[in-house]
Nanobody, 124 residues
Framework: QVQLQESGPGLVKPSQTLSLTCTVS??????????WNWIRQPPGKGLEWIGN???????YYSPSLKSRTSISRDTSKNQFTLQLSSVTPEGPAVYYC????????????????WGEGTQVPVSS
């Protein structure tokens, strides 16, 4: 079974850049035709799709966050990362990484594996 685990700083200072890593086990991030996603959920709110990176390395981003978002990968470590700048306007949230069998963006019913999520409180 594929497993995903988010990791990164537990606290981000206001207006600074968030950096998170998703480590994948049980399957390769280069395997056709999977897409590897980042999603977040502020307290009391719904899920928000941030973006993803495809098995071949192509990236896709939510229009509302594109200018502040960068997703990359390290195939040698079977990891993909998220960098989100100026996180203060969004405030704290739980960040998830997840796998989909095809390009799915916010159609979460199509996702088949999720990480447990990591909380990013953002200092206040």
């Amino acid at each position: 079974q594929v497993q995903l685990q988010e990791s990164g700083p537990g606290l981000v200072k206001p207006s600074q850049t968030l950096s998170l890593t998703c480590t994948v086990s049980g399957g390769s991030i280069t395997t056709k035709y999977y897409y590897w996603n980042w999603i977040r959920q502020p307290p009391g709110k719904g899920l928000e799709w941030i973006g993803n990176i495809a098995y071949i390395g192509t990236t896709y981003y939510s229009p509302s966050l594109k200018s502040r978002t960068s997703i990359s990968r390290d195939t040698s470590k079977n990891q993909f990362t998220l960098q989100l700048s100026s996180v203060t306007p969004e405030g704290p949230a739980v960040y998830y990484c997840a796998r989909a069998g095809y390009y799915s963006d916010s159609h979460y019913e199509r996702y088949n594996y999720w990480g447990e999520g990591t909380q990013v409180p953002v200092s206040s």
